[in-house]
């Protein structure tokens, strides 16, 4: 009897195993996310000769880039270099051909880009776009280099998730109970996940600018670079000037602090909304679950002052359809309700991104529907309507919320804003950003005089494109010395204003890749990588790392 209860054990424990190895996958480098950076990342390794896996959160490739912010933060698109230039080029070729413009006629489009054409003939590059284009190119880039892709994949944040020994990431699990093995790790997220994860030190909100001496860093109240402040006095009370009736929904109760200090506080999030005008292609907005119109009372104010600009942020990306961003005091910007976002559990986040969506879809209904709304603007707004050819599984609704900043590395170096308006070189450049230092607002208060502001809106301008450091994307090698992080790059946050542009992220994401190659190749840690190497890959490459 004992030795059939040893059998049946012995048997037990081989089956345990197999099946724990059939759960287990390797390969050189193991890329977490499903970003554009993710992306360039994977493709980058198989370019180079080595084995990848993608470990994806998401169903869907892209992140943003598929996710409605298809009219392109492009900068100075001269230092748009490698697999992102490859990205647009791509695009402009869909678009080049007659079957590409299915809703409008090409010549009814126009060519306005942000901050250069939409369509370059001569550079025969595209930075404007529909979702579902974005997301087909990236398909083709997995599917032309064999990529292996895990998708709805998340990472086991528990303490057991990620295994180290002697300062390496050895593996980690996936609440699937999967386990990734890899030589080297790149956590492309917005989040930075596998980064907290594996015990690297990072930073959540905006730091005091006596931290890295900047001047546009922390709160910055009465400042004002975009036109997304209250310009007239709108009173924030329930019964307007009467404070013992209670504050508006979506307006904070606590005091401001001081200009220049350091809160946890960071910018706000939406979701970068497709619209089509098409009549055949169109879904009207509906009332979302929980509609209440009194939480956009405070728009009503807004309109009834004489506020006239809803559409100025309905940028037209190609068949009639706009890349429709935050514009505004009171937009689809959820000012002040993302601060837990970065550290939040996954079910946490859901709820945060759910509210999001409701806060949206709700705004979108109200501006479509209520008499506080001037009646030509409601006429206007019920001209759109969400894409019936875009986001199919989703009703139409993006499947990403634009997640502009959350956690952010503390690495080798840190970005901040010397580096980027050029008062302090930059070393071992591995790419270039240029778009403005550009923080969205991240409080709503009310002020000593009683009436209602936003706070942290910024838009500094580089006088020209800067480099992003090597440095920048490694943690410092005390920490882990077999993980690059292209997305919460090492960057007050102040700098990443400007670094956190999509282009960005496909380029660090390549230069990332090519680093770990490097590393496995020299048997070295992504900290003593040779740069002299490095950067003449980059090149080869096409890679744009300095003026």
Partial sequence: MKKLLLLIAFLISQVTTRAALAQSYEADVIVYGGTCAAVTAAVQVVKSGKTVLVVS?????????????????????????????????????????????????????????????????????????????????????????????????????????????????????????????????????????????????????????????????GIQAGVFQHRHYFAKNISPYKVEGDPKSGLLPYVTAEKIGKNGEGDHKIQAYCFRMCLSSHPDNRIPFAKPAGYDPGKYALLARVYKAGWTETFDKYDPIPNRKTDTNNHGPFSTDFIGQNYDYPDATYERRKQIIKEHELYQKGLMYFLANDAAVPADVRAKV????????????????????????????????????????????????????????????????????????????????????????????????????????????SASHIAYGSIRMEPVFMILGQSAATAAVQAIDGKVAVQDVDYGKLKEQLLKDKQKLEL
């Fill in 382 to 489: 019920g001209e759109w309507g969400l894409p019936k050819d875009e986001f199919k599984d989703n009703g139409g609704w993006p499947h990403q919320i634009y997640v502009r900043e959350a956690r952010r590395m503390l690495g080798k170096s840190v970005m901040t804003e010397n580096e980027t308006l050029g008062k302090k070189a930059v070393e071992q450049s591995v790419g270039m950003g240029s778009y403005s230092l550009d923080a969205h607002n991240a409080q709503r208060y009310v002020k000593e005089d009683g009436f209602v502001q936003n706070e942290g809106d910024i838009g500094v301008h580089p006088k020209t494109p800067y480099g992003i450091s090597y440095g920048s994307i490694i943690p410092k090698k005390a920490e882990c010395e077999n993980l690059l992080v292209p997305v919460c790059v």
């Fill in 57 to 217: 959160p998401d169903k869907h490739l892209g992140g943003l880039s598929s996710g409605g912010l298809g009219f392109t933060d492009t900068g100075n698109k001269s230092v748009i270099g490698g697999l992102a230039r490859e990205f647009y080029h791509r695009v402009y070729l869909h678009y080049d051909k007659p079957e590409g413009w299915h809703w409008q006629k090409k010549e009814e489009y126009g060519n306005k880009g942000q901050g250069t054409v939409a369509m370059d003939g001569a550079e025969r590059t595209m930075w404007i776009f529909e979702p579902h284009v974005a997301e087909q190119v990236f398909e083709d880039f997995v599917k032309e280099n064999n990529i292996k892709i895990y998708r709805g994949e998340w990472l086991d944040r528990g303490k057991s998730g990620v295994q180290k020994s002697n300062g390496l990431i050895t593996s980690f699990k996936t609440l699937s109970g999967k386990t990734f093995k890899g030589k080297m790790f790149i956590d492309a997220t917005y989040e930075g996940d596998l980064m907290a994860a594996a015990g690297v030190k990072y930073h959540v909100g905006r730091e005091a600018n006596s931290v890295y001496n900047e001047e546009w860093n």
